[in-house]
Nanobody
Framework: QVQLVESGGGSVQAGGSLRLSCEASGYTYSTYCMGWFRQVSGKEREGVAVIDGNGNSTYAGSVKGRFTLSQETTKNILYLQMSALAPEDTATYFC?????????????????????WGHGTQVTVSS
């Protein structure tokens, strides 16, 4: 059974940084796609960044240059380093994983194509 557990959220002032972690257990696909999504209450879930098994990553335009994905593959941990945070980054951030890595970069736009989700971690950025 695949489980994703996020951590690292919190409250920061604008311009600050946070690093989110997603620890995956039971996720052992040879080809895969994982990523981060975020959601504000009352709005649709939006893609932040995704990465495939070859290490190719894709970022939403709103976070490109500020957020960076990295992996600690031996521990099955996916990180999202967030810098230059702004109030509009305030959201609940979810880790997601798919059962295959097909067209991973396009899945940034389609959260419905991810099979597993964490419970989310809250990020609040104050001005």
């Amino acid at each position: 059974q695949v489980q994703l557990v996020e951590s690292g959220g919190g409250s920061v002032q604008a311009g600050g940084s946070l690093r989110l972690s997603c620890e995956a257990s039971g996720y052992t696909y040879s080809t895969y796609c994982m990523g981060w999504f975020r959601q504000v209450s009352g709005k649709e879930r939006e893609g932040v960044a995704v990465i495939d098994g070859n290490g190719n990553s894709t970022y939403a335009g709103s976070v490109k240059g500020r957020f960076t994905l990295s992996q600690e593959t031996t521990k099955n941990i996916l990180y999202l380093q967030m810098s230059a945070l702004a109030p509009e980054d305030t959201a609940t951030y979810f880790c997601a994983a798919a059962a295959d890595g097909y067209s991973c970069q396009w899945r940034l736009l389609t959260p419905g194509r991810f099979d597993y989700w964490g419970h989310g971690t809250q990020v609040t950025v104050s001005s």
